[in-house]
């Protein structure tokens, strides 16, 4: 009897530990697994890529003599202060987000976004509208920039736009994709 008790508890121990949730990767064994910062990586810039050493925190000075149409893929947005929200779009060129729009629900409160240019996170600011106006598209304001979001017209989730890109000598990017809000 003994001995069926010890089986039977071994087989208890040998399921359970069977059943052991695998260990928690490292963030860099993500990036790994990921391609990003995979061993071997050319140490050349993408503009199109952020610099994987740039800090994942949004500032509202963009870099002083960049390009500021020039928008870049968010990448990392961890560390980016968006404040309260109830919603938000994402701007994407194919497989890439440039621009994270959020707002409350509230048509009196203003709305924020965050963009990349000159690899690093930059916040801009849209008027009173809330999440109505965000959805529908806005113009959002940083230092020396702003950012127009036009989508196509309905109430889809996710939406044709065009997004044009301005700084404060004029100069101007257009950009298309889709704005997919929720």
């Known amino acids: ?8 508890l071994s087989a208890l121990a040998l399921a ?34 952020p610099d994987p050493n740039a800090p994942n925190f949004a500032t509202d000075t963009p870099p002083v003599g960049v390009d500021l149409t020039q928008l870049q893929r968010l990448g990392d947005v961890g ?5 309260p929200r109830q919603g938000g779009c994402t701007f994407m060129v194919d497989e890439q987000e440039l621009i994270i729009a959020v707002a409350m629900n509230e048509p009196t409160l203003p709305g ?11 916040m801009a600011d849209a008027g009173p509208g809330g999440l109505a106006a965000i959805k529908r598209g806005t113009t959002f ?7 127009q979001v036009a989508p196509a017209a309905g109430e889809a989730q996710s939406r044709p736009a065009r997004v044009a890109v301005s700084d404060a000598t004029g ?12």
């Open 79 to 83: 560390g980016v202060n968006l404040g």
């Open 16 to 49: 359970a530990c069977s059943s052991e949730p695998a260990p928690q990767e490292s963030a860099d064994e993500f990036a790994d697994r990921i391609g990003s910062g995979a061993p071997g990586a050319s140490a050349t810039l993408d503009p199109s890529q």
């Open 141 to 147: 304001t940083g230092e020396g920039f702003t950012v």
């Open 171 to 182: 100069n101007q990017q257009n950009y298309s994709g889709n704005w997919i809000c929720a």
């Open 1 to 8: 009897m003994m001995r069926l008790a010890i089986l039977s």
């Open 112 to 122: 924020k976004a965050v963009v990349r240019v000159g690899n690093q996170l930059v």
